[in-house]
Each structure stands twice: as structure tokens, then as C-alpha cells.
Nanobody
Framework: QMQLVESGGGLVQAGGSLRLSCAASGRSISNYAMGWFRQAPGKEREFVAGISWGGGRTDYVDAVKGRFTISRDNAKNTVYLQMNSLKPADTAVYYC?????????????????WGQGTQVTVSS
């Protein structure tokens, strides 16, 4: 099974930027769509961004379009999420995950395995 370790979170003021990383081990990510999800306190985990196995397609939730960019480096077995113009509403624990079947199923986020996540806190 693929193991995923998220990092790069922190405390930032509104309008600031952070870059999250998701390092995979155990399997190569090159055949998997990869994605980022987040869970705010008291809310369900939600899809944030996804990228196809080759990087040619991306998908974003409307709330982050134009502010977040997902990318991947298959050689480093790592996926990134560049977050700009952060808002307090972006405060959450951010997780990554993978899907062998593509972006459509990735977006559903129906997985039993999740990493530990990385906390992002945006102050106003």
C-alpha cells in the first residue's frame, strides 16, 4: 500500500502563501491520480484539488480556483499544493491521497487510508 506523508503546513496571515508537500513511499505515484483534501473543525473532509497521473489534467473545488495550484514530480514521488492568497476559511488539516482510476473517482475521496495530514491555520 502507498504510504503518504504530508508536510508544509503552518500559521500564516490572510493573504499569505504556503506550499504543501505530499511524499509517497511504497509505490510509485506515476500511475495514480493524486489529490489534496482538507477537513476543517466540525466539518467533513472535502476535495480540494486533483491532478491526473501524467499531470495533464487538474481539477479544483470552486473555492480555491485561481489561488491554489497542484503539481507533481513523479521522479521524486511527491505532489505539491501551492496555496496563495490564503483566507481564514482555508484553515483546516490538509491530506493527500491517490487513486488508480483517475480524477473522477479521486474527487469522491472514499478512502479508508489517510495520512496524518498537515495543519494550515490562516489568521485574519
Amino acid at each position: 500500500q502507498m504510504q503518504l506523508v504530508e508536510s508544509g503546513g503552518g500559521l500564516v496571515q490572510a493573504g499569505g502563501s504556503l506550499r504543501l508537500s505530499c511524499a509517497a513511499s511504497g509505490r510509485s505515484i506515476s500511475n495514480y491520480a493524486m489529490g489534496w483534501f482538507r477537513q476543517a473543525p466540525g466539518k467533513e473532509r472535502e476535495f480540494v484539488a486533483g491532478i491526473s497521473w501524467g499531470g495533464g489534467r487538474t481539477d479544483y473545488v470552486d473555492a480555491v480556483k485561481g489561488r491554489f495550484t497542484i503539481s507533481r514530480d513523479n521522479a521524486k514521488n511527491t505532489v505539491y499544493l501551492q496555496m496563495n492568497s490564503l483566507k481564514p476559511a482555508d484553515t483546516a488539516v490538509y491530506y493527500c491521497n491517490s487513486d488508480l482510476y483517475g480524477l473522477e473517482t479521486l474527487r469522491r475521496g472514499s478512502y479508508s487510508y489517510w495520512g496524518q495530514g498537515t495543519q494550515v491555520t490562516v489568521s485574519s
